[in-house]
């Protein structure tokens, strides 16, 4: 990219407040390794693009494209590139595009967006015709009575950028080939599930199951990334497939790789000729010839860049970098037109108690942490206000306000528990206002005072902050207080929560976590945030050894209502106790028979069968009387969209499909944006 003009400490003092915070990388792992730190790419290696000065005062209206003959690279006009972050940064080895094999660095640089493609889609939003697309599928997929067999019809007329067309022999190597190769993406879930595939015809599969599934396909089903398609004719002449680093990478979807920097800072891609090959084309005709996939560095880099016009979308910013924007550069667009401006994704971070550790298997002491907390400040300490809370256990996200948080505003209202012997409502729908009102002494007219765009944008409610009601709760089950006011557990030991939480890296869960215990602090509970690393967070909540957990385990499909996604691995017949391995997602160790019944009723079900809503309401009520993990708020994302040269990017009033640019579903947002006319 090109030079800046003018410096950081400049720029800054033009904005008015110091920019603080590294990338925010959002993805569907639940505790991700933070990205690198881009480093800065060397002259022969650096996409080239002229720079535009910043502006000594923010502009009026959208601007105009630049003048004609600006280029980002050789032959690359600016105003027929898209310019996107890769959350992932500086990608190491640059050239490995082997998306089958575990760990690959290379899946956000536009290779999963724009090159890959899979069976069917789900959008976390509304979808453009739908949240279900059938993109290499022709239909649905169709399930035998007993789900122990699958059919998969795919549509004709899809090539393979070398002319190779797409059929039923792609798809049956593609799982043949994982569920035999030891050390693959899909190894373990085919070899679990499928027992053997058939192929009638060159566009008819038949997977004959191992046993009932009436979810198999969702290993095909795009949710940020899925099981993509393998193309046989390059794989199978591959003496080993998983070393195998798929360079240049032979694309099923509307791109292909045009150039990429060998230090892996940037990426560029351009439109296929015969794009009307490819499945995005039923929508239409992709709107940028080219995409370059972009490392831009910390938070104020971005800020910048897109000052100056060289970044159209930016992945994932700190609140500060997002507030910057929206003060200095009108061109600048969030999902939403104003405040909290974030994207909220299908994903709920929340706080895992560890219910193999006493107290935290109490039901009544999970539920006095949980009054403990002043959401107020917790939100205005994660995202400067910017969040959307949740106080039941799906993310307020996508579809999810309709399907769940609608229909159950009046049983949370009318929810009690009990509190000194006496029916207690916790349930505080003010909250939103009041996160709205504090946040509006910073930033003012910015943000919203309609109740109907608070409740949108800031969510339905949480529970109370009431200390008073969370210390009755504790002395009734043995809790004392020591002559400095700290809680005893009922053995008279000190009460001590160390909260395990990510750092600076991904500074809205650390200060969410540092806020939550000094909550618990003033409280009475000698607690503190625990930083660690991704790699040891991931072995302490795989193997239990915790107390509390600041992440994520809960994560939906968010255009569909189906829990299923997340709740299979919550049956206790998948249960683990401290010391070993948890099983998918259930690391907080929960089990409850109705629970059980309520899974086993899912798995019975068609995915589209309209009881599998009314048993995901009845998982929520039911998580909201035991509250086995205490539900905080979406993740949401700070994708920016720069207008200067596209329009037509998603955002809340056409929720098409997501901007967070290493979605895999951000491939529906090519066909709909347009260059904008001078």
């Not at 992932?88 to 595009?97: I, L, N, Q, W, Y």
């Not at 536009?110 to 290499?136: E, K």
């Not at 007993?146 to 393979?160: A, H, I, P, Q, S």
Request: glycine content about 6%; charged content about 20%; proline content about 10%.
């Amino acid at each position: 990219m090109s030079e800046l003009r003018f410096s950081r400490r400049l720029f800054l003092r033009h904005v008015g407040f110091v920019v603080a915070g590294s990338a925010v990388a959002a993805c569907a792992a639940p505790a991700p390794p933070p990205a690198p730190a881009p480093a800065q790419p060397a002259a022969a290696t650096a996409a080239p693009a002229a720079a535009t000065a910043a502006p000594a005062a923010a502009p009026k209206a959208p601007a105009a494209p630049a003048a004609v003959g600006k280029e980002v690279a050789p032959g690359v006009p600016r105003n027929e590139c898209l310019i996107l972050e890769n959350p992932t940064g500086r990608v190491v080895p640059a050239d490995d595009f082997n998306r089958w094999r575990p760990g690959i660095q290379s899946a956000s640089t536009g290779h999963q967006q724009l090159a890959l493609d899979a069976l069917w889609y789900i959008d976390p939003d509304a979808g453009i015709d739908g949240v279900w697309d059938n993109a290499l599928a022709a239909e649905k997929p169709i399930y035998n009575k007993d789900f122990t067999e699958m059919t998969v019809k795919l549509r004709k007329g899809l090539y393979w950028s070398d002319g190779v067309e797409f059929t039923a022999d792609d798809l049956v190597y593609t799982v043949d080939t994982q569920k035999k190769t030891p050390g693959m993406a899909y190894t373990g879930q085919f070899s679990t599930y499928v027992a053997s595939i058939e192929k009638p015809d060159n566009y008819t599969v038949v997977f004959k199951l191992t046993k009932p599934n009436s979810r198999f396909h969702g290993l095909f089903t795009v949710r940020w990334s899925a099981c993509f398609m393998m193309p046989k004719h390059i794989f199978e002449k591959q003496p080993d497939v998983v070393a195998f680093k798929f360079n240049p990478p032979v694309s099923l979807g509307a791109y292909t790789l045009k150039d990429l920097d060998p230090n892996g800072n940037w990426y560029l891609w351009q439109r296929r000729e015969d794009w009307k090959r490819t499945s995005v084309a039923k929508f239409g005709e992709p709107g940028p010839k080219y995409a370059m996939y972009i490392a831009p560095g910390p938070s104020d880099k971005k800020v910048i860049a897109q000052t100056n016009k060289d970044l159209d979308v930016i992945h994932d910013i700190a609140p500060e970098g997002m507030i910057a924007l929206a003060k200095t550069n009108p061109t600048s667009k969030g999902w939403f037109k104003s405040f909290p401006w974030a994207h909220p994704d299908p994903t709920l971070p929340a706080i895992m108690l560890n219910h193999c550790r006493s107290p935290y298997d109490i039901k009544e002491v999970r539920w006095a942490l949980t009054l403990a907390i002043d959401i107020v400040r917790v939100a205005m300490a994660s995202y400067r206000g910017c969040a959307t809370i949740s106080g039941i256990h799906v993310p307020p996200t996508g579809l999810y306000p309709k399907y769940y948080f609608d229909p159950l505003e009046q049983w949370l209202k009318d929810f009690t528990i009990p509190v000194g012997g006496q029916p207690y409502k916790p349930w505080d729908p003010t909250a939103p206002a009041r996160i709205a009102d504090e946040a509006r002494k910073a930033l003012g007219n910015l943000v919203p005072t309609d109740p109907a765009e608070i409740r949108k944008s800031i969510g339905m409610g949480w529970w109370k902050y009431d200390v008073k009601a969370a210390e009755q709760l504790l002395l009734a089950k043995g809790f004392k207080r020591d002559n400095n006011k700290m809680w005893l557990k009922p053995d008279g030991q000190p009460w001590k929560i160390p909260l395990i939480c990510e750092g600076e890296t991904r500074p809205i869960m650390n200060r969410g976590a540092a806020m939550i215990a000094e909550c618990w602090k003033e409280f009475g509970i000698d607690s503190f945030p625990d930083v660690r690393d991704s790699a040891t967070r991931a072995t302490l909540s795989s193997l239990g050894d915790y107390d509390a957990f600041y992440g994520w385990t809960i994560e939906t499909w968010g255009g569909h209502p189906d829990l299923f996604y997340f709740l299979e691995s919550w049956h206790s017949s998948l249960y683990k106790p401290c010391g070993e391995r948890a099983v998918g997602r259930n690391w907080f160790r929960w089990k409850h028979p109705e629970l059980d019944k309520i899974i086993e009723s899912i798995q019975t079900l068609d995915f589209d069968d309209p009881k599998g809503l009314e048993l995901g309401k009845q998982f929520v009520q039911l998580a909201t009387q035991e509250q086995p993990t205490i539900p905080v708020m979406s993740y949401n994302v700070f994708s920016v969209c720069d207008e200067t040269y596209w329009t037509g990017f998603p955002d809340a009033e056409h929720p098409y499909t997501d901007p967070v640019a290493n979605w895999g579903n951000t491939k529906y947002m090519f066909p709909m944006i347009k260059p904008r006319k001078a």
